[in-house]
């Protein structure tokens, strides 16, 4: 016995269509995508990664700051109470030092959200850079060191300024095979000084480092 079949009406033929034309454009967008993803350009993964040290490096300083504000430079007073000598404070330099290194160690080994312009996956040069911005994560691993400098300059007549200066190294790469990239960067910050009576020293006080 012959089946029939009921025609397709207008509508469902117009439906099928559409879903076809949906399908191959969301396999397009996929296609271009990861295209786009494939050809972004070095300096935008290295400045990427650069921002992401950075980031981390004054998160951590400024937090393990906060919770250890020092004094980081000791005073020493005559008769009339001006300062007449200093020295700075080894105990809790180290002590800073071991705070910031150790937040560092899981800050730097992360991942970061870089913000590209749809138009700069196509590859067309007229839509690179514009566009919404769509996220790309990029994951990293790092390290750190950290160093304090002592400085003695004259401050005035008979007057010395005393100032520690704390600088951070970091390094941050990415070992993923879409995107290579490997930065070193530093940031300083004066974390104490003061004036003292007297000439510039000859010799900085040890503990500097």
Request: aromatic share 6%; hydrophobic share 45%; charged share 20%.
């Amino acid at each position: 016995m012959r089946r029939w079949r009921r025609p397709q009406t207008a509508r469902a033929r117009r439906g099928k269509r559409l879903l076809a034309a949906a399908v191959a454009l969301a396999a397009l967008a996929v296609f271009c995508w990861e295209w786009g993803i494939s050809s972004l350009s070095e300096g935008l993964t290295e400045e990427v990664a650069r921002g992401y040290v950075l980031e981390k490096v004054t998160q951590a300083v400024e937090e393990e700051l906060e919770a250890s504000p020092g004094p980081y430079i000791q005073v020493e007073r005559g008769p009339d109470g001006a300062i007449t000598g200093s020295c700075t404070d080894a105990r809790a330099l180290h002590a800073l030092k071991a705070g910031i290194l150790e937040r560092l160690s899981h800050t730097l080994n992360g991942k970061a959200t870089a913000w590209v312009p749809a138009g700069s996956l196509t590859g067309i040069a007229f839509l690179n850079g514009r566009g919404p911005g769509l996220p790309v994560r990029m994951a990293f691993e790092g390290s750190a060191d950290l160093r304090f400098d002592t400085e003695f300059t004259t401050a005035g007549v008979n007057q010395t300024l005393h100032r520690v200066t704390l600088t951070v190294s970091a390094r941050a790469y990415s070992q993923s095979r879409r995107f290579t990239a490997s930065v070193e960067e530093s940031s300083s910050a004066v974390l104490a000084e003061t004036v003292v009576v007297g000439p510039v020293p000859q010799v900085a006080v040890a503990g500097a480092r």
